[in-house]
């Protein structure tokens, strides 16, 4: 069977338009679809069943008795975490946070160890940004700053920016100008009108400078900023001023390097500075491709878009104290349920040994370094292949994610909604 | 359900039902107000108690892209107001932007059964509808913005009202929309290259059409559609001093189409009727707007008051946001959305000290006591853009008491006087003008009386609220705190027929309706093969046209509004 129009539930991009061929219960042909794309919907490795650690070995157990003894863990724990949300779709989210209303726990997603630090920089001095198409039907002028799409969002190119034709720009590779800035060169720099190689840590400096130039006080410059020559750094934000419509995308090579929260809130400051001149936006590279979509569902529940603790009934903020890795590098938490993320591959090596201390329990559908800190895990159905729901694009634009087949795996929602049930049931 | 509800010996106004301040029982059966109650139903004791139909709330912003933004990017408002999960009442947070939970457990206790949201971006509106599914205890409803549609700017430039209908018959039916909104219209397009429009009669970059022709256009599609409600505008131009030259000028623009209701309806206005020509000189013109509407009766308004405090702005006036921010240098966020339209937030403390405030917060006031018919003149914040609406009950403490406006007269800027006519009036509204005002011209304005809104006649949905005071017992006039204190806390709020809050708490879970317009059109004019409009999802949309329309499943309790469209 083909199917058109399929979503594809790996990156932040929420590619829309791949073409897929099904036999049976397996994907067997994609169309359209990045290399990444590929993987994720034909390298189908899954869990057979759940399993339980038992002595130094794992056994096969039923659903019923995984999620009971799920439930048990939890209500047993004084200070649970639940983790992870950025691979399940928003209905299966919602459920989450319900469940950790009741618990009292803390729940987190995944912006905790990628793009918190964003999110705290909005926080603080807002975010000008709009949808993709915005920036394809009239960017000139995209800046990619410490991302690399082409690794990373690999169709985010051609579909939003450099190599896709929008209706103000109608030849795109020529009318568009993109500046690349990282701390090294990489295959997105190499397709770069201009790339800009800043030292290790020198974002915040840069920005400044350009910041400082776009007002008017280019004789402040000195002849090199981090790395970054004087002319280079007029080159740019003359670029910028002369655009009509310029879009910043930044990854996490702004977002985790020194400086962190500081170097977003600076780019973001000066994305309003160039406001004042032309028309300007800035967006996040999202990761995950319902990583938004996790932080949409925790704000419109209660208020915040991660790290919430619920230990004090209401809804309680604190990065740096409600973050998971603060929280499990504490020792504090005493069991933790991780879906749809693996904390054992993005964690601090502490909080991983943490996890291993405590009872963790994992839904997923793969075998994933998490596996082998957690005492059960329950495979569930793919979101995006035998599973549907609502995701969030990067730009906060909601998409419904297809069920392709029905496999014969329960999906997050069903298995959250039995666990929330033995919770609710016993917390009264 | 529970078998039935009988409400004893309430004060009843019941303004569509020509009811004026009775003493009567209302019967309940089955979620809609019957005749008789059934024999076994539960007994209310409202004996001194003002009753009304459930409020409605016609322009509030609630659930979408923007909003849930504005929660996101504030933890200083969500921290303003934090209530612990309790009963079936989940955790909520925030003090202008509150959660959903949080937005529908304070409608409720407040009396308010049914929230229109005042502006959801097409290609957004899943979000919307998920955020409407946990709003639980209103029947929702979303004005669908096509300010900046380029398929309608194409049509509007080609003269083509048919085409105009045919595209909002399509996207309203794909994004499950209620009405059209225009905000800022063109002005939002504009913004798209960082600029707006400053006249009804500007034209918009690249399309060639004026504000006025897309107003003009769509108030004409809109009735060839048959919608429930008519246009639902936000003017251009808002927030800047003269701007009450543009809102006359598009008050002269509407015809008269629709014998049931009003032609257009002009949201907010008070941030529309500024004089002066900076924020020096800005003063009230809320004279001539009343003057105007009172001569329109195709015109509805709602006030948009604002109350002093802090707030946070939102609205998909992108260019307004920016000006608002290039003011006030606190944090901004904006949000274009492709094709459609755009978006801004930005956080705002309105203070007593403040001239400029203490004008806008006079015009609001003056709207309502100068518009001579209450069906034309809503009462609003935009919330929470005047205010959130908990304020409502001070609102209405105000339009009843002089004496309380005059006991605010000594707070606020000495100066205001000079600047507004507001204390040279001396009219106080009553019970039956305030239940005009919150319930009954609401829903007949958004045409949902068809569906059982905002009556207590038999066969209208069982949408009550009971309020502790006593009409007959009370001078609103000297004890305007016990109106406030009445007005924010119901005794029993009833939607469809269920006690759904008592005395300011939620004590069921909620089960609200979505409502929605879908007009059939003839064959010939379904947008969805018309090859000019399914290219701009081809080349133009970065979603593709299958992923686009909203499915059922976002609606579990959709309530679709049919009508034939006369094309």
Request: aromatic share 8%; hydrophobic share 40%; with cysteine.
């Amino acid at each position: 069977m083909r199917i058109e129009d399929v979503v594809c539930s790996f990156c932040g991009c929420l590619c829309d338009d791949l073409v897929v061929e099904v036999e049976g219960t397996r994907v067997i042909n994609v169309e359209n679809g990045c290399t990444l794309a590929n993987e994720k919907f034909m390298g189908d490795h899954r869990l057979e069943a759940p399993i339980r650690r038992s002595g130094g070995k794992w056994e096969k157990v039923s659903y019923e008795e995984a999620i009971a003894e799920t439930a048990g863990i939890l209500l047993d724990a004084d200070r649970p975490l639940l983790y992870g949300w950025s691979g399940t779709y928003g209905e299966a989210q919602t459920i989450g946070v319900h469940l950790a209303e009741v618990l009292g726990a803390v729940i987190d997603n995944t912006s905790t160890v990628c793009h918190g630090p964003s999110i705290m920089a909005i926080q603080e001095v807002g975010h000008p940004g709009c949808t993709l198409g915005q920036v394809k039907n009239r960017a000139d002028v995209v800046v990619y700053w410490g991302a690399n799409p082409v690794d990373a969002h690999p169709r985010h190119m051609s579909r939003y920016t450099t190599y896709c034709d929008g209706f103000f720009v109608k030849n795109a590779f020529r009318e568009r100008k993109v500046v690349v800035v990282d701390v090294r060169e990489t295959e997105s720099s190499q397709v770069a009108d201009e790339f800009v190689k800043v030292n290790p840590g020198g974002d915040y400096a840069v920005l400044s400078a350009l910041r400082a130039i776009v007002r008017g006080k280019r004789d402040i410059i000195p002849p090199d900023v981090e790395g970054v020559s004087r002319e280079q750094l007029f080159r740019v934000a003359d670029m910028c001023i002369a655009a009509k419509f310029g879009a910043f995308f930044f990854g996490v090579g702004l977002t985790m390097a020194p400086g962190k929260n500081k170097n977003i809130r600076n780019a973001i400051e000066l994305t309003e500075e160039l406001n004042r001149h032309t028309k300007f936006t800035i967006s996040p590279m999202r990761g995950h491709w319902n990583v938004y979509g996790s932080n949409e569902v925790f704000t419109w529940i209660t208020g915040y878009p991660f790290a919430v603790d619920f230990a004090r009934g209401i809804a309680f903020y604190n990065p740096g104290e409600t973050t998971s890795v603060d929280i499990l590098r504490r020792g504090e938490c005493d069991a933790c349920l991780v879906v749809a993320s693996d904390p054992g591959a993005h964690f601090p090596r502490a909080c991983a040994e943490h996890l291993a201390r405590i009872p963790t329990v994992q839904i997923d559908p793969h075998v994933n370094v998490t596996t082998h800190l957690s005492r059960i895990q329950i495979p569930v159905a793919v979101a995006g292949i035998d599973a549907e729901g609502t995701a969030y694009r990067m730009d906060g634009v909601p998409i419904r994610t297809r069920k392709l087949f029905q496999g014969r795996y329960p999906d997050d929602l069903e298995v959250l909604e039995k666990i929330y049930a033995i919770v609710k049931e016993a917390k009264g | 359900m529970t078998p039935g509800l009988l409400i004893k010996n309430a004060f009843v106004i019941d303004p569509l039902s020509g009811v004026k301040g009775e003493i009567m029982d209302i019967a309940i059966s089955n979620g809609r107000i019957v005749d008789e109650a059934p024999r076994d139903a539960e007994v209310i004791d409202a004996a001194g108690c003002l009753t009304l139909p459930g409020g409605i709330d016609s322009h509030s912003h609630v659930c979408g892209t923007k909003v849930n933004f504005g929660r996101y990017m504030s933890p200083e408002d969500m921290r303003a107001g934090r209530t612990a999960r309790k009963g079936v009442m989940h955790v909520t947070s925030g003090y202008s932007v509150p959660t959903t939970f949080g937005n529908s457990y304070r409608y409720s206790t407040m009396g308010y059964t049914t929230v229109l949201e005042g502006a959801m971006a097409p290609l957004e509106a899943r979000h919307t509808h998920e955020e409407f599914t946990a709003t639980p205890h209103q029947d929702m409803l979303a004005n669908t913005l096509f300010d900046g549609n380029w398929s309608i700017m194409e049509a509007v430039r080609e003269k083509d009202v048919k085409r105009a209908a045919a595209i909002v018959a399509w996207t309203l039916a794909a994004v499950r929309g209620f009405a059209i909104k225009l905000t800022n219209p063109g002005g939002t397009e504009a913004w798209g290259w960082g600029e707006d429009v400053h006249s009804i009669q500007d034209l918009v970059p690249h399309f060639e059409v004026t504000p006025a022709e897309i107003i003009g256009t769509m108030i004409r599609a809109n009735e060839m559609l048959n919608l429930p409600h008519s246009v639902h505008l936000h003017c251009n131009n808002l927030g800047v001093p003269g701007n009450f030259r543009t809102t006359l000028d598009t008050i002269d623009l509407v015809p008269d189409l629709n014998k049931e209701r009003q032609s257009l309806y002009l949201t907010h206005v008070q941030f529309h009727s500024y004089g002066g020509s900076t924020w020096r000189d800005i003063c009230s013109r809320s004279e001539d707007i009343a003057r105007a509407v009172n001569g329109k009766p195709q015109v509805v308004m709602d006030m948009g008051q604002i109350m002093f405090g802090r707030t946070t702005t939102m609205t998909a006036d992108g260019p307004m946001e920016f000006k608002l921010f290039m003011l006030h240098h606190n944090k901004w966020s904006n949000h274009d959305v492709e094709l459609e339209t755009g978006s801004g937030i930005i956080p705002v403390y309105y203070g007593r000290k403040s001239l400029v405030n203490c004008v806008m917060w006079s015009i609001g006031l003056e709207l309502a006591l100068l518009a001579k018919n209450p069906w034309q003149c809503l009462l609003s914040t935009d919330s929470p853009n005047g205010a959130p609406f908990v304020k409502y009950p001070e609102i209405i403490a105000l339009l009843m008491s002089q004496r309380l406006r005059e006991s605010e007269r000594k707070m606020i800027d000495p100066r205001t006087e000079h600047f507004v006519p507001l204390f040279a009036i001396e009219r106080e509204l009553d019970w039956y003008e305030i239940a005009v005002m919150t319930r009954a011209a609401q829903a007949k304005a958004l045409g949902i009386t068809r569906i059982g809104k905002g009556y207590l006649a038999p066969g209208a949905e069982a949408d009550v609220a009971i309020y502790p005071i006593s009409p007959d017992q009370v001078d609103p006039s000297v004890d305007y705190q016990q109106v406030m204190a009445a007005f924010s806390r119901s005794r029993f709020t009833i939607k469809r027929g269920r006690v759904v809050a008592r005395d300011g708490e939620v004590i069921v879970e909620g089960a609200n309706s979505t409502i929605w317009s879908k007009a059939h059109v003839p064959p010939e004019y379904d947008m969805g093969t018309d090859p000019e409009f399914t290219k701009k999802f081809e080349q133009y949309y970065t979603v593709r046209m299958r992923n686009y329309p909203v499915q059922d499943v976002y609606l579990p309790r959709g309530l679709r509004i049919d009508t034939e469209a006369s094309l």
